[in-house]
């Protein structure tokens, strides 16, 4: 099926096989002179088989896991698998379990279940006792302890044929170059067809290739796989073994270049959080040293004041405070230098929380706060609507939505990529600033912006944008701000939003109310709620830029 193929009620029976011809088209046309040998020799043998063995690899490739049970596989398209299975074991694509590959056993006998597991035990040991109460990695543990693993897997060869398939390397680097991270999943092709999801449609011709050299290839496809480490490390996270963990990858990741690095610092700030949850504050230090976005240099100056070490923490205060990377990064290094100076001073947060308006609303509404304060200000008159991130993302996402999907920018890479590639760095407006401000210049009249919003919403609703929420009261909040509030005020916030649409495109007031006099964005706090550095920046962005924007503090009654 093409990239902007209509969708369909119904795929073919072998739809799979379709798609990854599609997927290495691709690869091929934009990589291929960046394959290594054993990748192209992977490709030309996997053409060289027969139909049906083609299939029955994609079929184990897209199942979770690399061992798998034959009695347990029925693929009708396929029909009998023995003739395809056989070319597969002959080619090398797959291995038949046999009692050579006893260091396998542990995976081997994950693919059972607790009841066959004790089934096995039973064949080997019939007067065993005490099976049934244990959970199933408990019995795994017990089985690998005590039994004889040449028996354990007798067993399991006179019960089952294991199939273990191999080549999951090359083919998961072929989904990653196809995708351009290591999480992109073949299902994305049926939600496409099925018209589960609508893309924005992409000319195929204007793709460009996310990376640019094997390195580049090779560095990210390396984090993307130490990441999934992380992942189950953190399952049962030992402080020790994680922190070795960490500093045996840290050279490495510390070297990465530009397309690779984000994974590693995310990587590197989650590590250093888990160390300080686990007690082990002199070691989460020291991760964090290795990276310098948000939070680490906040976590960094509250574990070196914590041991003691004011004037470090004061020196990397002052670098915040000349150079943050974010509003809270800001906020934080004022108040910090603040209480350094003055021990018991108040929050910039708690300070305005203080001082804020309030209200008395029904205890009924506990632990729906929004609604009472929205029944308490529609009872006077005003219309009230949710508003918070979802009013600014999604005038962002409509009033620039042809910017956005420019691909005369080069930063689209997959034909099922949903948005640009810069959608959520700082470079996203280094490459359209010129574009946004004419466009600023184009809605200069409250007319002119109405119209384009209602035709870009009504050409465009449902198709995937990820900073436009569709929704029936979609329209009606983003035409009321757009009525309402100063047009010069109002695109200073979306062009301050892009500079970094991440960081800057959350932290919003949780409601916008107006009538036909008067407007004014809420930000609702209960008792128990505090205000965020986040939500301040913008409090204090919309008073200067001559937006009325409040924080409202709840009262019980």
């Not at 900073?467 to 047009?487: D, I």
Request: glycine share 6%; aromatic share 12%; proline share 4%.
């Amino acid at each position: 099926m093409g990239w902007t193929a209509q969708p369909v009620t119904e795929l073919p029976p072998k739809y799979y096989l379709d798609n990854f011809y599609s997927l290495l088209e691709f690869v091929e046309e934009k990589y291929g002179h960046l394959l290594q040998e054993d990748e192209k020799s992977f490709i030309a043998r996997f053409r060289a088989l027969h139909e049906e063995g083609r299939c029955l690899f994609l079929r184990f490739a897209n199942r979770k896991g690399q061992f798998f049970r034959l009695n347990k596989l029925n693929y009708p398209e396929i029909g009998a698998l023995d003739a395809p299975l056989q070319e597969l074991t002959s080619a090398g694509f797959c291995l038949l379990l046999d009692g050579s590959l006893k260091t396998e056993l542990a995976h081997v006998l994950h693919i059972f279940n607790k009841q066959e597991l004790c089934s096995i035990w039973k064949l080997l040991q019939p007067a065993v006792k005490g099976l049934s109460p244990l959970k199933k990695e408990d019995l795994l543990r017990k089985m690998l302890e005590e039994l004889d693993h040449d028996g354990i897997l007798e067993a399991v060869l006179a019960l089952e044929t294991v199939v273990i398939q191999r080549y999951l390397e090359e083919y998961e680097l072929l989904k990653f170059l196809f995708f351009g991270h290591l999480h992109g999943e073949m299902s994305e092709f049926v939600i496409r067809d099925l018209g589960y999801v609508q893309y924005e449609v992409l000319d195929a011709d204007k793709l460009v290739p996310k990376f640019s050299s094997r390195k580049e290839i090779e560095d990210k496809f390396w984090i993307s796989g130490v990441y999934q480490q992380f992942r189950e490390l953190r399952e049962e996270p030992v402080a020790e073994p994680l922190y070795a963990w960490y500093m045996h990858i840290a050279g490495r990741g510390s070297q990465l270049g530009e397309e690779a690095r984000p994974t590693f610092d995310r990587l590197t700030l989650k590590t250093a959080r888990l160390l300080e949850r686990l007690q082990q504050p002199d070691w989460a230090l020291e991760v964090y040293r290795y990276s310098q976005q948000p939070p680490s240099r906040e976590r960094q100056i509250r574990l070196l004041h914590k041991r003691g070490d004011v004037q470090e923490a004061m020196q990397l205060c002052k670098q915040i405070e000349a150079l943050p990377y974010n509003a809270e990064e800001s906020i934080f290094a004022q108040d910090f230098c603040r209480k350094l100076a003055v021990k018991k001073a108040v929050r910039s947060t708690t300070e305005l929380l203080k001082k804020a308006e309030s209200v008395q609303i029904s205890e009924e509404y506990r632990y729906y706060v929004e609604k009472g304060v929205i029944r308490y200000f529609a009872d006077k008159g005003y219309e009230v609507m949710y508003s918070e991130n979802y009013l600014f993302r999604s005038l962002f996402g409509l009033l620039f939505w042809d910017v956005i999907f420019d691909q005369d920018v080069p930063v689209y890479h997959s034909p099922l990529q949903r948005f640009p590639a810069d959608l959520y760095l700082p470079q996203f407006l280094d490459r359209r600033q010129e574009q946004l401000k004419k466009r600023v210049e184009e809605l200069g009249k409250r007319k002119a912006l109405l119209k384009h919003l209602r035709q870009t919403y009504d050409q465009k609703w449902g198709i995937g944008n990820p900073l436009v929420g569709w929704h029936e009261n979609t329209l009606p909040l983003l035409e009321g701000a757009c009525k309402k509030l100063p047009l010069e005020a109002l695109y200073q916030v979306l062009l301050n939003m892009a500079q970094n649409l991440k960081e800057y495109g959350r932290g919003f007031p949780d409601l916008f109310m107006w009538s036909k006099k008067d407007y004014r964005f809420v930000e609702v706090k209960s008792p128990t709620d505090a205000l965020s550095p986040q939500q301040l920046y913008w409090l204090r962005y919309f008073k200067e830029a001559g937006i009325r924007a409040d924080v409202l503090r709840v009262e019980w009654i």
